[in-house]
């Protein structure tokens, strides 16, 4: 079956597929063929999730453009939302930055506010995390991007001083 199923996903996504056995609740993570977007970094300097696919690498609230460290996150797209999937992420094609669109543009590094561009993300939470996910990933109230919350100082937010966590913890697959 998992062959099967590994079969048409991307190279990326093989290693995903193949952490699955005996993971009871890895269901809503594991996206189906198609339905992902690898390429999605921590920045050290701001800690947000942004998008890694272009030389540039964005505006990053910190200064200058984001840096990438650590995974390669491999982020679910499209479908409806569940009670452990949130639906309205979206790329800001001016700072590179996950953010959530649902309350209207938060405030972008870039100047004014986000925008959304592309595909419509749909992100696990409170869950448990399979050996191929990280949890601590929050929603910032601030500027509404998806920041990384695992370090005491929670990073540089484009609405002034650190980032500040609400509501779910995201359990994002990677790489
Ligand atoms: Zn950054
Ligand atoms: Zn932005
Ligand atoms: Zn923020």
């Given at each position: 079956m998992f062959l099967t199923r590994a079969a048409g996903v991307t190279a990326g996504l093989v290693g995903l597929a193949a952490a699955v056995p005996g993971q009871a609740q890895a269901a809503p993570v594991i996206p189906a063929a198609g339905t992902a977007q690898s390429n999605w970094r921590f920045c050290p300097k701001c800690y947000s999730m942004f998008f890694f696919g272009y030389a540039d690498n964005g505006r990053c609230p910190a200064g200058?453009?984001?840096?990438?460290?650590?995974?390669?996150?491999?982020?679910?797209?499209?479908?409806?939302?569940?009670?452990?999937?949130?639906?309205?992420?979206?790329?800001?094609?001016?700072?590179?930055?996950?953010?959530?669109?649902?309350?209207?543009?938060?405030?972008?590094?870039?100047?004014?506010?986000?925008?959304?561009?592309?595909?419509?993300?749909?992100?696990?939470?409170?869950?448990?995390?399979?050996?191929?996910?990280q949890s601590n990933w929050r929603f910032c109230q601030k500027c509404f991007v998806l920041f990384f919350y695992g370090y005491a100082d929670n990073g540089r937010c484009a609405a002034g001083g650190a980032h500040s966590a609400q509501g779910y913890n995201f359990v994002l697959p990677h790489a």
């Open positions: 200058g453009a984001h840096t990438a460290q650590g995974y390669n996150f491999i982020l679910p797209y499209g479908g409806a939302e569940t009670p452990n999937a949130q639906s309205y992420w979206r790329f800001c094609p001016k700072c590179y930055s996950m953010h959530f669109e649902y309350y209207g543009p938060g405030p972008c590094p870039a100047g004014a506010g986000h925008t959304e561009q592309g595909f419509v993300f749909v992100l696990p939470h409170d869950i448990a995390a399979p050996p191929t996910s």
